[in-house]
């Protein structure tokens, strides 16, 4: 039995990725020579401002035009290119083991990590992970190859979903963590009090990183649509209920509506990239749709 990337991605799929990027749309600081806007002001890239010219600069970054207007010796600087670090956040508590269409959260965001970390790494840029639940389960450092990719696969597979949800607290320890600028893309049902989780969120934001929400939900918790009285079940506190379904329907979407819109509203005044993500769409079909959607919105 295959294990790692290959067991995740078909060769065609990794065909399709290898020609799609995944791009930062504000400035970041990397390593390597890339396609990413850099905070660090040198004498490559685009130009970015001038500065007064000191004895002992190279006199071929003069701006003689400049000079011509003013009778004055300025020096023109340039932004770096740099590579793009990004860290895949995955929660697997207990809740996200649901699924009712032949997918659960958890397999859908192993496979959104995986196809996000394979485009990354063939774009030049590192990768790196977080798995939680009530803790940091497992982390690794940003790395730029296919090896250290396939390894982080593997400790996704090997990580099931169990323990209650601490999202907000563990965002806090991420965003501490990440001492550099970087993509931090966060893979969650965000079960867990929405104010907190907007401030874990606030915290990678305040530290200037690029933030991407996936908000995945099963289409049974968006829809509501069980026909059947039953017990319901809490997957994370093992709390059960006995209800019928038709009865509390309307107060159910009414209350996830309420929910959404407080993540939208908050995500979207602090400029983080949410998507709510319903697992009945094929994976591969959002990758590729989202992919494309985020290059028209980096230009």
Same mark, same amino acid.
């Given at each position: 039995? $295959?294990? @790692? =990337?290959?067991?995740?991605?078909k060769?065609?799929? +990794? %065909?399709?990725?290898?020609?799609? #990027?995944?791009?930062?749309?504000?400035v970041?600081?990397?390593?390597?020579?890339?396609?990413?806007?850099?905070?660090?002001i040198?004498?490559?890239?685009?130009?970015?401002?001038?500065r007064?010219?000191?004895?002992?600069?190279?006199?071929?970054?003069?701006?003689?035009?400049?000079?011509?207007?003013?009778d004055?010796?300025?020096?023109?600087?340039?932004?770096?290119?740099?590579?793009?670090?990004?860290?895949?956040?995955?929660?697997?508590?207990?809740?996200?083991?649901?699924? $009712?269409? @032949? =997918?659960?959260?958890?397999?859908?965001?192993?496979? +959104? %990590?995986?196809?996000?970390?394979? #485009?990354?790494?063939?774009?030049?840029?590192?990768?790196?992970?977080?798995?939680?639940?009530?803790?940091?389960?497992?982390?690794?450092?940003?790395?730029?190859?296919?090896?250290?990719?396939?390894?982080?696969?593997?400790?996704?597979?090997?990580?099931?979903?169990?323990?209650?949800?601490?999202?907000?607290?563990?965002?806090?320890?991420?965003?501490?963590?990440?001492?550099?600028?970087?993509?931090?893309?966060?893979?969650?049902?965000?079960?867990?009090?929405?104010?907190?989780?907007?401030? @874990?969120?606030?915290?990678?934001?305040?530290?200037?990183?690029?933030?991407?929400?996936?908000?995945?939900?099963?289409?049974?918790?968006?829809?509501?649509?069980?026909?059947?009285?039953?017990?319901?079940?809490?997957?994370?506190?093992?709390?059960?209920i006995?209800?019928?379904?038709?009865?509390?329907?309307?107060?159910?979407?009414?209350?996830?509506?309420?929910?959404?819109?407080?993540?939208?509203?908050?995500?979207?005044?602090?400029?983080?990239?949410?998507?709510?993500?319903?697992?009945?769409?094929?994976?591969?079909?959002?990758?590729?749709?989202?992919?494309?959607?985020?290059?028209?919105?980096?230009?």
């Amino acid at each position: 039995m $295959s294990t @790692g =990337i290959a067991s995740v991605l078909k060769p065609e799929e +990794l %065909a399709q990725l290898a020609r799609l #990027v995944l791009q930062s749309r504000y400035v970041v600081e990397g390593n390597l020579s890339g396609r990413h806007r850099s905070p660090i002001i040198g004498v490559g890239g685009e130009f970015a401002d001038h500065r007064d010219y000191n004895p002992g600069d190279d006199p071929k970054f003069i701006d003689w035009k400049v000079l011509g207007r003013t009778d004055r010796y300025y020096i023109r600087r340039f932004e770096n290119e740099t590579n793009l670090r990004v860290y895949l956040v995955v929660d697997r508590s207990a809740s996200m083991d649901y699924g $009712s269409a @032949g =997918i659960t959260k958890y397999q859908y965001a192993t496979y +959104l %990590a995986s196809a996000l970390g394979y #485009v990354t790494v063939k774009g030049r840029d590192s990768v790196g992970l977080y798995i939680y639940s009530e803790k940091i389960d497992a982390m690794t450092g940003t790395k730029n190859s296919v090896g250290h990719l396939n390894e982080m696969v593997k400790t996704l597979q090997k990580h099931k979903p169990k323990n209650k949800t601490q999202t907000a607290k563990t965002l806090h320890q991420v965003a501490e963590s990440i001492q550099r600028r970087a993509l931090v893309v966060i893979f969650s049902d965000l079960f867990d009090d929405e104010e907190t989780v907007v401030s @874990g969120l606030a915290h990678f934001r305040k530290n200037n990183h690029d933030v991407i929400l996936f908000h995945l939900l099963d289409p049974m918790e968006i829809d509501f649509n069980f026909k059947k009285g039953g017990e319901f079940i809490d997957m994370e506190t093992n709390e059960r209920i006995v209800v019928d379904p038709r009865g509390i329907a309307d107060g159910y979407r009414e209350a996830l509506n309420e929910f959404l819109t407080k993540y939208r509203k908050a995500c979207a005044e602090m400029k983080v990239d949410y998507r709510l993500v319903n697992t009945s769409e094929p994976p591969e079909t959002f990758v590729r749709a989202y992919l494309n959607e985020r290059r028209q919105m980096s230009k």
